[in-house]
């Protein structure tokens, strides 16, 4: 299973980016794929994920209505589309891929891409 994010980068505060997770490897029609931060010292956490099967969505509560997950099944990419970007959200997001069930813990996932770094500054 390999998973690939691509689409940081450095961002004024307000403006936007679209993150992208390229997923391969993965055998089975049930899973979800979920996004992370790892914030500048603090512990990782779960940000959004969408249930493969049924394209249900989880958010995090300081993310709701700035940022949308969404999913091309055709090539196996989900996406994290960033709005209203502030200075908080800078930190490094990684995409995960879960067989359990649609969730923002760390826990229920089971295999990680390697990040791409986001810095919301002026």
């Known amino acids: 299973v390999q998973l690939v994010e691509s689409g940081g980068g450095l961002v004024q505060p307000g403006g936007s980016l679209r993150l992208s997770c390229a997923v391969s490897?993965?055998?089975?029609?049930?899973?979800?794929i979920g996004w992370f931060r790892q914030r500048p010292g603090k512990e990782r956490e779960g940000v959004a994920c969408?249930?493969?099967?049924?394209?249900?969505?989880l958010y995090r509560d300081s993310v709701k209505g700035r940022f949308a997950i969404s999913r091309d099944r055709a090539k196996n990419t989900v996406f994290l589309e960033m709005n209203s970007l502030e200075s908080e959200d800078t930190g490094v997001y990684y995409c995960?891929?879960?067989?359990?069930?649609?969730?923002?813990?760390?826990?229920?996932?089971?295999?990680w891409g390697q990040g791409t770094e986001v810095t919301v500054s002026s």
């Open positions: 995960a891929a879960s067989y359990r069930r649609p969730g923002l813990v760390e826990g229920l996932f089971d295999y």
């Open positions: 490897g993965l055998t089975v029609d049930y899973y979800a």
């Open positions: 969408i249930n493969i099967p049924d394209s249900r969505t």
